[in-house]
């Protein structure tokens, strides 16, 4: 089955450092990726969308400047926090699709502490 | 624009005990419809989807959904739960209409199962 790998999968840094979250489609090219996050016992919210090759489609309220995402090949992306500060401490997921399939695979998740 | 509403928030329920979660959806277009299941700390795991064809979809370990279209919803049921079925679930839906292919939550509801 399709397997998506996530690291790491906590990370605590320090007010101001910047912190890379790679994803990693294991045995499928992903066409498209997308990263999410999640707040204490609340929903997923999409972040942005990246393709393969172009830049990446940000949602409404999310920083581009602040959450870099490049994807470079067909099997990985990153997220890139810049300048973290407290309020971006979250839970932050990567999924991956392959066109023409109708399935998403989720990342196990990356538990972000900004300190 | 898509939305997913999930009604209930947390179900408590007893073991061996039937248990329904609902799912209602909103959108112009027709959808896809999936089903999800997160555990502590851990990203999300398919439970099932729906794509077409017959609307009672069907998981492996027990859960069962069916797609009602005049009713626009998708909710997920199982006649007997477990103990380990105690997690958060999360309806989600998309469209794959226009190059479309984002995949929006809703609330998700947090399961106990008690015994």
């Known amino acids: 089955g399709a397997v998506v790998s996530q690291h790491p999968s906590r990370v605590i840094c320090k007010s101001g450092t910047s912190v890379k979250i790679e994803c990693r489609s294991l045995?499928?090219?992903?066409?498209?990726m997308f990263w999410y996050r999640q707040f204490p016992k609340q929903s997923l919210m999409l972040m942005a969308t990246?393709?393969?090759?172009?830049?990446?489609?940000?949602e409404q309220g999310v920083e581009k400047d602040k959450f870099l995402i490049n994807h470079a090949s067909l099997t990985l992306s990153t997220l890139t926090v810049t300048s973290a500060h407290p309020e971006d401490s979250s839970f932050y997921i990567c999924?991956?699709?392959?066109?023409?399939?109708?399935?998403?695979?989720f990342g196990s998740g990356t538990r972000l502490t900004v300190v | 624009a898509q939305s997913v509403t999930q009604l209930d928030s947390q179900v408590p329920v007893f073991e061996e005990a039937p248990v329904e979660l609902r799912c209602n959806y909103s959108?112009?277009?027709?959808?896809?419809l999936f089903w999800y299941v997160q555990y502590p700390n851990q990203g999300l795991q398919l439970l099932l989807k729906?794509?077409?064809?017959?609307?009672l979809v069907e998981s492996i370990n027990g859960f069962e959904a069916e797609f009602n279209k005049s009713q626009t919803s998708f909710h997920l049921r199982k006649p007997s739960v477990h103990i380990s079925d105690t997690a958060e679930y999360f309806c989600?839906?998309?469209?794959?209409?226009?190059?479309?292919?984002?995949?929006?939550f809703g609330a998700g509801t947090r399961l106990a199962v008690h015994p």
């Open positions: 999924s991956a699709r392959k066109d023409g399939n109708y399935g998403y695979t």
């Open positions: 045995d499928f090219q992903a066409t498209t």
């Open positions: 990246s393709n393969e090759g172009s830049k990446a489609t940000y």
């Open positions: 959108s112009s277009v027709s959808v896809y």
């Open positions: 729906y794509l077409s064809g017959s609307t």
């Open positions: 989600a839906v998309t469209s794959f209409s226009g190059g479309y292919n984002k995949l929006i």
